[in-house]
Structures are given as C-alpha cells and as structure tokens.
C-alpha cells in the first residue's frame, strides 16, 4: 500500500483539476441570482465525499442555501474530528478588474508562489481549503491511515452570515458529536513562515439612511438654507472616530479585554516588516488607534469603517442637487468579550443621538458575529502544531486574525467545542477582491498536514 506522501504525489494532477472543477461553478451565496449554482456546488462536493469514501454523504436543505454533511466512523472509541468550511464565496464584481475570469481557474506564477498560484473566486476563500479537506480525507482512506472519525459540515452561507448554520447546529447536536472542530478558512504568515490563527475578530454590520428634505433639490434655489443629507452624513461618520483614531461611541470600549503587557510582547515576536507591508499595498504611511502597533490594530483592537457610501448624482458629468437621501454601510470588526448585538444597540443609540434635528436617520442592522479566541494548550492546538511542524520544518507562530468566521464560537456555544484554525492562504491571496488566488504550494502542503493532525491528535486524545 503507498504511504500517504505516495498516494498525494501519484495523484497531483487528478487533486488540482478536481478543485479547478469546483472553481468553476460561480457559488456566490449573496447573490440569489446564483442559486442555482451554490446548489452545484453543494452536490459536487457531496459526491466527492462519497468518492473519497465518507459513509454517509447528504445534501441538508435549509431556507437558505444547503449544507452538506458527511461523516466516516471507523471506531465508537477513537476521538472525532468536525471539519467545517464554506463552499460559498464572495461576489467577483467588479468583473473587470480580474485578469483573467473568476469562474474560468487558471494557474499562473507569482513573486510569492513560485510554484503556481490557482487564479479563481474562492480559491483561497475558502473552496481551495476546503477541497484540501476532501483529498486529505480520501488519501487517509485509500492508505488505511485515518486515525479518527471525521465528520463534515461544508456550509453555502458563510459568506452571508451563516444563519441557518446555527439553527442546523441547535438541530444536531447528537449528531455533530465530535472532540474537536478542525477550520481551514484562515492563513499562514508566509509560506516559510508557518502560523496558527488562534483568534478571530466578531462583527457588528449595519446600513444607514439619512433623510432630509422629501424630494431631490436644485442646489442653488435651495442649497445653503436646508439640510444635505449627503453632507449631514459625512460629518456624523467623521465624529465617530476621534483624532486617536479612536471610537466614539459611549460605551464602545467596556467589555474589550485589554492584553497583557507580556501578551503583547509575545505577539510582537511574530516576523512583521511594517515596510513590506506598506509596499503590499502601496500605502506610503499606515494610520490607526494611536500607541497601538499595525499588527495589533489589524486584530487584537476594534475597528469602525465605512464599507460602502452613496447618495445624490455620481453619473457622468455634473449635476447641481442637493439629494432627499445619503447612505452608508458600516462595520465594525470586534474582539472578545464585545457583544454583536450590544454593539449595534449602542451604535444605534448613538448615530440616532448625534443626528442634527434637521434629518431623519434609520439603522438597519445586518448579520453580525461573536469574537473568538482559541486555547494554544490544547491537545488539539499541540496536534496542529507538530503536523504544521513536520510539514513546514519550523513551528508554527501562534497568532490573532483580523477576520471572521462567526460559527466559531456557537460551535463552542451549541456543541461545546473547542476550534482548530489551521488554515493555509496568505493576507496577500486576495481574497474577497478581484484576482483572488491560493497557492499550488499551499494547496498540497494542507494535503499533506492534514493526515498528520488526525494523527497527532489521536495520540494526544
Ligand atoms: N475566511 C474568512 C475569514 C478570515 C479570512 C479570517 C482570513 C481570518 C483570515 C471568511 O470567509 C470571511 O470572509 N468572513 C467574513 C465575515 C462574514 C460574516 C461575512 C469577514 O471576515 O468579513
Ligand atoms: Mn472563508
Ligand atoms: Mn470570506
């Protein structure tokens, strides 16, 4: 029989070209345009548990978009492993600025993945790491090496809020028994540089609608005696941040845990070039919450951004009126113990109370998250480790993630479980934007520390 190592390398091609397949199918969970291909999706990766010899392999409907579920026990007294991942993915607009199509996966070379990188929406995010998952699953099974019963739950709304994940966790709580939950939906600091994300930020996401006078104006009949919805909502956003950068809500800060000043050292030790990081994105200066490093800003601290703005006339041209209405998408990324509900709570209070009497304001509140962090002690973190260990030839730096993945605390919340994010993309994959990529390198080196982990972690349970 081959050795795991054999059955990756004699099956290369046949493990790229069946994630290519999947790359293909346009699974946009935001868009009900797609439906029909989120559906596609769900079934391609069905079938493919099956074929890499799950024993049970379904299709669950939802109100929304399926989950699939699957499952190999091969003993009642080995410890089981709950991968989770999403077969969703983001919109690809805008179209144009993608250099070749993002439903059309091709492989092309970069300065950081010379050895190819799989040009495609949800290469990285996350369809690359779940079919990893998938092919790591199938080399256990044809080697005879899976140490552990593995169940899946591969989701199609992540992307969108994970909704009707909850009420299907809250539902199978028999069911989805397992030891431990295994996530690769996150990344590594740099292909040398082996890392686990062993936190995550919560979300609290909501739109806003400023309304002042009941028609659009002409601007110079009116303008200068009335409200401009447009600018009344500038100046709102803008008082939401202080010249610290930071955030003015009453009450915002309460429940941030503050780290410690050896908590901070040690996250410090993490290779972080500041000026690499500007070059990365063509910034010549970074800016955020004064006496707080780029790192630390990007995960451990809270944020509040404006995603989206718009209102009046942006069509060719000029066009002098004073708009009815202004609006605006706002986020803010949370860290533990801020509350996503709370958070919008105290968000709506205050953008109501600091409205000028002159407009109106509503707040629509959209799909939120809780803040995670995850133990480094674990037998399970210990297990990652070594696996990422043997793979990469370095240990892993344990580390905050700015993102999040908000089924990871009611994993712990509805099935008191533990979460393992040992995810493999990069911050510079590009995921969510145009030209979204994943590493051939990347791909297989989770093929290959997957089964390592299984084993690991049964040795250690
Ligand atoms: N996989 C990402 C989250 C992520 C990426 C975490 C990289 C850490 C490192 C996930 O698919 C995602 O995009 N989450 C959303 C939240 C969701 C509610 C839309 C996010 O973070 O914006
Ligand atoms: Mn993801
Ligand atoms: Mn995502």
Redesign the pocket.
């Known amino acids: 029989m081959a050795t795991i190592n054999e059955y990756i390398s004699s099956n290369k091609d046949r493990f790229l070209e069946e994630l290519l397949d999947l790359l293909r199918i346009p699974s946009v969970s935001a868009d009900s345009k797609f439906a029909g291909d989120v559906r596609n999706a769900a079934d391609y990766v069905q079938q493919k548990l099956v074929q890499a010899g799950a024993d049970i392999a379904e299709v669950c409907e939802t109100p929304g978009h399926p989950i699939v579920f699957g499952q190999k026990i091969i003993d009642e007294r080995l410890p089981t492993v709950l991968v989770y991942g ?1 077969y969703d993915v ?1 919109p690809a607009d805008p179209y144009e600025l993608w250099d070749s199509p993002p439903f059309e996966p091709v492989i092309k070379e970069t300065e950081l993945h010379p050895e190819g990188a799989i040009f495609a929406r949800g290469s990285c ?2 369809k690359g790491q779940v079919y990893m998952h998938i092919k790591a699953f199938e080399t256990m099974m044809q080697t005879n090496t899976l140490a552990c019963n593995v169940k899946f739950i591969i989701e199609g709304e ?5 909704d009707n994940l909850e009420t299907f966790l809250e539902q199978n709580v028999e069911r989805l028994k397992a030891d431990i939950v295994l996530v690769s ?3 590594i600091i740099a292909n040398d540089v082996p890392s686990i ?1 062993v936190g ?2 919560g ?1 609290s996401y909501v739109e806003v609608e400023v309304t002042g006078p009941n028609r659009d104006l002409h601007s110079g009949l009116y303008g200068g005696a009335v409200p401009n919805p447009i600018n009344v909502l500038s100046e709102m956003i803008a008082s939401l941040r202080d010249e610290n950068k930071h955030i003015n809500i009453p009450g915002f800060y309460d429940d941030v845990v503050e780290l410690s000043g050896e908590e901070r050292a040690a996250m410090a030790e993490a290779p972080f070039d500041e000026q690499e990081y500007k070059d990365s994105i063509g910034l010549s200066d970074t800016e955020g919450e004064t006496g707080y490093t780029s790192m630390e800003r990007a995960s451990i601290r809270p944020t509040l951004d404006v995603n989206g703005i718009w209102g009046g006339y942006t069509g060719e041209g000029a066009k002098t009126v004073i708009a009815s209405k202004a609006y605006a998408k706002i986020s803010m990324r949370l860290v533990p113990d801020q509350d996503p509900d709370k958070i919008t709570e105290m968000f709506t209070n205050h953008f109501k109370s600091i409205a000028p009497p002159s407009v109106s304001v509503k707040v629509t509140p959209h ?3 809780q803040p995670a962090v995850t133990p480094t002690d674990s037998p399970a973190y210990i297990a990652a480790s070594r696996a990422m260990e043997s793979t990469f030839g370095k240990v892993p730096v344990p580390f905050r ?6 089924i990871v605390a009611l994993f712990e919340q509805i099935l008191g479980l533990k979460t393992v ?1 040992m ?1 493999f ?1 990069l ?1 510079s994959d590009a ?2 934007s145009p030209n979204e990529h994943y590493g051939v390198f990347n791909y297989f080196k989770g093929i290959e520390t997957i089964p390592l982990f299984y084993q690991n972690f049964a040795e250690l349970s």
């Open positions: 999403h983001q995010d996350d992540e992307e969108v809020g994970s939906d996150t990344g994300t995550l930020r979300l799909h939120g998250g993630g700015g993102g999040s993945i908000p994010l995810g993309g911050d995921i969510h």
